[in-house]
């Protein structure tokens, strides 16, 4: 038998797939004993949030992850689309029926014992003594115990933190005619940076624009109240005012938000986090007003953020202000910056490609506790996971999934230890592998990307047939 502690997306994708493949699952889940500040029923993967997910497009990146995970036997996605609502491009879900059918689904299987109570670390340590693997999906709201647990496994004091997170660009959709390659006084490599240069005006109408902007409220279950009638457990102390609720973000993350900082004063961010020093901008000569700096995301630097701008904004705002800055005027936003309560581990440096945590074998991770963000890419993690431990219960090694594949591109994400502040991603165009053959066309190089992906995922399929096929041992 294997332990599964999570009832979300990604909990009950693992359950359902080792056990469709005969393998027995205790599914783990504290509610409705136990309930979180966001959770309002006792379902198997709540909605919390929006009901939608994402595009139903194949030619989109979302599409695409979506029909891998349809080949692999996702679960939720068969669910889904018995209780989908019309929305356009989007596979929306009526919430009421689609987790009640999502539950009854899970709970009637033959294979899955699901036991509603809380798990405790003292039971993670007896799991894992006992040479059983364990997976953990609980996440962004994993009850305090056992986060603090987790967090001593990663190394960490604390697991759960304030996220800033500022926006990340296509690399692509950059103005390269505006936008140069410069470290501050050519430190590095010299090229370690893309920079944004602003003239006087730029500056000061951006600046204008920024303080102006709208903000994103705070969620209820960031600022300590709730959705609906339910009893909080009183060990979940969060912050109830907004001054608090920022001075526990400056706390954990020693962040400001941007406009914030602007409303400072009309200079404050040339001379703090736009300050041109030891930069100069090929087109004139000279050093810029000010400049925005961008930072690789990851090793192929398909992706730049932004350097610090971390910002409360919402995000069709984020979208309007930042294109404001000179060389951003077309960006295509993968990532828009927030500032919230999260929980996920640094993957590169915890975690393998299997999602087992590199000084505890047997330890597995899955769904945004790896890193990963949205209900699709947390489903698809669990259905992975599922995989996972399938292989080690055959006795078979796993194959780990072609880079160009949508799940190959979310595990590269994972994996990638370049130099920045690690944070949740989604599955996106700047994350699949750019072709071969370079081409300026939008359009040509998002259908390679897409060919490409449907390629490796019939290489994979093939590579995972002996898991899929032979029995347990």
């Avoid at 299987?109 to 003594?129: D, K, S």
Wanted: glycine residues 8%.
């Amino acid at each position: 038998m294997i332990t599964i502690v999570g009832g979300g997306f990604a909990g009950v994708e693992a359950a359902w797939v080792l056990a469709s493949h005969g393998v027995e699952v205790e599914l783990w889940e504290m509610r409705p004993h136990r309930m979180t500040p966001a959770h309002t029923g006792p379902h198997l993967a709540e909605l919390v949030c929006s009901n939608s997910f994402k595009s139903k497009l194949e030619t989109s990146p979302a599409g695409q992850l979506k029909f891998e995970m349809d080949q692999l036997g996702s679960v939720v996605l068969a669910v889904a689309r018995d209780h989908e609502v019309p929305a356009g491009e989007a596979l929306a879900v009526d919430r009421e029926a689609f987790g009640s059918a999502l539950t009854g689904k899970i709970e009637s299987h033959p294979l899955i014992r699901v036991r509603r109570e809380p798990f405790l670390p003292h039971q993670a340590e007896a799991t894992l003594r006992q040479g059983q693997p364990l997976l953990l999906a609980t996440g962004p709201l994993t009850s305090p115990e056992l986060s603090e647990w987790i967090a001593a496994q990663s190394g960490r004091r604390h697991l759960h933190f304030y996220d800033a997170v500022s926006p990340t660009v296509d690399a692509s959709s950059l103005d390269r005619s505006v936008v140069f390659a410069q470290s501050r006084y050519d430190k590095g490599g010299g090229d370690d940076y893309l920079n944004c240069p602003f003239n006087k005006d730029e500056y000061e109408h951006f600046v204008a624009e920024l303080v102006r902007a709208e903000r994103a409220p705070i969620h209820a279950f960031e600022a300590g109240g709730v959705r609906g009638e339910v009893q909080l457990d009183p060990s979940y102390s969060l912050p109830t005012l907004e001054g608090q609720f920022l001075e526990q973000i400056k706390y954990f993350a020693g962040c400001t938000p941007i406009e914030a900082i602007a409303e400072k004063g009309p200079r404050s961010l040339a001379f703090g986090n736009f300050k041109p020093v030891g930069l100069t901008d090929p087109r004139t000569g000279r050093r810029p007003w000010a400049a925005l700096q961008l930072r690789p995301e990851n090793a192929e630097k398909t992706l730049y953020s932004l350097v610090a701008c971390q910002t409360r904004l919402k995000w069709g705002e984020q979208k309007r202000i930042f294109r404001l800055v000179p060389g951003l005027g077309q960006a295509e936003f993968v990532r828009f910056g927030v500032i919230h309560r999260n929980t996920y581990v640094e993957a590169p440096q915890v975690l393998d490609p299997t999602l087992q945590f590199r000084v505890r074998p047997g330890l597995y991770l899955s769904g945004q506790l790896t890193g990963v963000e949205g209900y699709v890419e947390s489903a698809a993690m669990g259905i992975y996971s599922g995989l996972v431990l399938l292989a080690r219960a055959k006795g078979i090694e796993f194959p780990l999934p072609p880079r160009e594949t949508a799940y190959g591109s979310l595990l590269a994400h994972l994996q990638d230890s370049t130099p920045r502040e690690f944070a949740p991603m989604n599955i996106n165009w700047g994350i699949l592998p750019d072709p071969a053959e370079p081409t300026r066309d939008k359009g040509v190089k998002r259908a390679q990307k897409i060919a490409a992906a449907r390629e490796g995922m019939a290489h994979w399929s093939r590579e995972l047939g002996p898991i899929l096929s032979l029995p347990t041992a």
